[in-house]
T-cell receptor, first 109, second 114 residues
Framework: GIQVEQSPPDLILQEGANSTLRCNFSDSVNNLQWFHQNPWGQLINLFYIPSGTKQNGRLSATTVATERYSLLYISSSQTTDSGVYFCAVEVTGRRALTFGSGTRLQVQP | GAVVSQHPSWVICKSGTSVKIECRSLDFQATTMFWYRQFPKQSLMLMATSNEGSKATYEQGVEKDKFLINHASLTLSTLTVTSAHPEDSSFYIC??????????FGSGTRLTVV
C-alpha cells in the first residue's frame, strides 16, 4: 500500500516562530488533506489540497503532486497551534484516507 | 456545512459487554462512511468502510464479527464493539466524504473497557 511519511516527528517552537511541515507520499493520489488534531482528539480539516497552493490566515499549504510531496507552513505560531498535524491522502482508485504518522507540535509561550 | 456528529464522546464499559457508537452526517447525505481507530500517540488506522444499504468492507486484520457496522440510512452509520475487552480500548472516529469539503470527521469516541 501507499506510504505516507511526515517530518519532523516532533517540533518545539517559541511563540511567534515560523515552521514548515512536510508530507511525502509514495504513489499517485486523488486527494490530500492536512488536519490538526487538538488535545481532545478532534480532527480539524485545515486544507483540502490535491495540488497547488492555498492559504488560510497564518497557515498555507502547497502540494506538488508530480513530485509526491506537500508542505504545511505555519507562520507566527501561537500556543493554540499546539497539537498533532496529520497529512492524509486518498489513493487513486480507492476511497478512504491513509494517514501519515503525524508531526507533534508544541508551541511554548 | 459538512458536519459529522458522533456519539457518545466517551464511554466506559465492563469487559464482555457491547458498545454502540453512532455517526451522523447532519447537513449532507453520506452513502459511504469510514471508521478509524487510533491508539495513544499513534496515527489513525482505517478499520472499515460502511456502505449504505450493503455490507461493510473491513480492512485486513479487523474482525468483522467483533466490530459490527450498520449503515441503514444515508445519514447514519453505527459501529458496535461486541464482547469488548480491555485491548479494544481506543479512540474510534468516523468520517464521511463531503464533496468539495473533502473528508470530514466526527469528534471521536474514547472507549475504555474495564
Amino acid at each position: 500500500g501507499i506510504q505516507v511519511e511526515q517530518s519532523p516527528p516532533d517540533l518545539i517552537l517559541q511563540e511567534g516562530a515560523n515552521s514548515t511541515l512536510r508530507c511525502n507520499f509514495s504513489d499517485s493520489v486523488n486527494n490530500l488533506q492536512w488536519f490538526h488534531q487538538n488535545p481532545w482528539g478532534q480532527l480539524i480539516n485545515l486544507f483540502y489540497i490535491p495540488s497547488g497552493t492555498k492559504q488560510n490566515g497564518r497557515l498555507s499549504a502547497t502540494t506538488v503532486a508530480t513530485e509526491r510531496y506537500s508542505l504545511l507552513y505555519i507562520s507566527s505560531s501561537q500556543t493554540t497551534d499546539s497539537g498533532v498535524y496529520f497529512c492524509a491522502v486518498e489513493v487513486t482508485g480507492r476511497r478512504a484516507l491513509t494517514f501519515g504518522s503525524g508531526t507533534r507540535l508544541q508551541v511554548q509561550p | 456545512g459538512a458536519v459529522v456528529s458522533q456519539h457518545p464522546s466517551w464511554v466506559i464499559c465492563k469487559s464482555g459487554t457491547s458498545v454502540k457508537i453512532e455517526c451522523r452526517s447532519l447537513d449532507f447525505q453520506a452513502t459511504t462512511m469510514f471508521w478509524y481507530r487510533q491508539f495513544p500517540k499513534q496515527s489513525l488506522m482505517l478499520m472499515a468502510t460502511s456502505n449504505e444499504g450493503s455490507k461493510a468492507t473491513y480492512e485486513q486484520g479487523v474482525e468483522k464479527d467483533k466490530f459490527l457496522i450498520n449503515h441503514a440510512s444515508l445519514t447514519l452509520s453505527t459501529l458496535t464493539v461486541t464482547s469488548a475487552h480491555p485491548e479494544d480500548s481506543s479512540f474510534y472516529i468516523c468520517s464521511a466524504l463531503a464533496g468539495d469539503y473533502g473528508y470530514t470527521f466526527g469528534s471521536g469516541t474514547r472507549l475504555t473497557v474495564v
